[in-house]
């Protein structure tokens, strides 16, 4: 399994990991998955007595499987010659995790999957968003708001759908960088839309933490609110450090100008356009001190 190095490319230019093991998500639960490979030519055939030959033949595309979870069973890789398809059936993809092991010639992939459209479309983010952004009552000019309900629940999920829309969506689009502009520009609109609808969170976010520290608030009222809110914003401090070193990791650096990841939604202390700094760490330690004190 340790032998098994994930690569995508369309030359045969060794490249960076574009993604690690993994399952296909948001799929109809053991549905089939069907993958059609289609490389522009196979290298030529070695002789078998080649001692050069050994185990899998870098130059062919393959694909990698091992047990999820499972560091001591070796996985498996399967060459994938012009024109093969492979299949992962009923609960292979549960099971399991697979990756794509670049070769040398240029390949194409055409992956075939039954989807669970509950979630995961950019409709169901879409109204997700909007419902949190009913609990807005009135918006200044400057983007200050105002909200319907201090209710914990509520808060509580305003917050969840923040992440979802961060977390989900933004960062993991731009972290791909701007190599499928060649393609297509479509995903721009929608992702400056999401991005706009979680701006907007960001001043919901303000709001409530204004309740939580509002002087002369009932202090029960105040430690409901901390208490409602500080396990999604904790996630978020975390993750957004997470995501800002990846983005700056030695790898990044090295990937041509269009494929660099872009750590976006991104800015500095000083943006005054922003209601809340980048670095919550000072806010989630407000909220944690404000419910220790509680206790005490």
């Known amino acids: ?52 030959l050994e185990g899998r033949d870098p130059d062919i595309w393959h694909v990698g499987f091992k047990i999820s979870w499972d560091i001591e069973t070796p996985g498996l890789a399967i060459p994938l010659h012009q024109g093969d398809c492979y299949f992962m059936l009923d609960d292979l993809n549960a099971t399991h995790q697979h990756c794509v092991l670049a070769g040398l010639p240029p390949r194409f992939s055409s992956t075939h999957r039954v989807a669970e459209c509950s979630t995961g479309t950019l409709d169901y983010i879409l109204q997700r968003c ?60 929608p992702m400056a839309q999401l991005e706009e609808l979680w701006r907007k969170m960001e001043f919901m976010t303000n709001a409530v933490l204004r309740e939580a520290r509002r002087e002369g608030a009932p202090t029960e009222q105040r430690q409901e609110i901390a208490a409602a809110v500080l396990a999604s914003l904790a996630t978020r401090q975390n993750l957004r450090q997470e995501w800002r070193t990846r983005c700056q990791s030695r790898i990044a650096h090295t990937l041509p100008a269009d494929q660099k990841p872009e750590c976006r939604p991104h800015w500095e202390k000083e943006d005054a356009s922003m209601p809340l700094p980048f670095d919550l760490t000072d806010v989630v330690s407000d909220l944690r001190s404000l419910l220790v004190d509680a206790r005490a």
């Not at 914990?152 to 993991?172: I, M, S, Y």
């Open 1 to 52: 399994m340790c032998s098994l190095r994930c690569r995508a490319s369309s030359s045969g230019t060794p490249a960076a990991p574009t993604s690690t093991w993994h399952h296909d998500e948001n799929l109809v639960e053991r549905s089939a998955v069907a993958v059609y490979s289609h490389s522009f030519a196979d290298p030529e055939e070695e002789s078998e007595d080649d001692p050069q």
């Open 130 to 189: 909007h419902a949190a952004l009913q609990n807005i009552l009135h918006e200044a000019d400057n983007g200050d708001v105002s909200l319907k309900s201090l209710e914990p629940a509520v808060l509580k999920q305003g917050e969840e759908v923040h992440n979802e829309v961060e977390f989900e969506w933004l960062r993991q689009f731009w972290f791909q960088g701007n190599r499928y502009k060649k393609c297509t520009d479509w995903w721009l609109g």
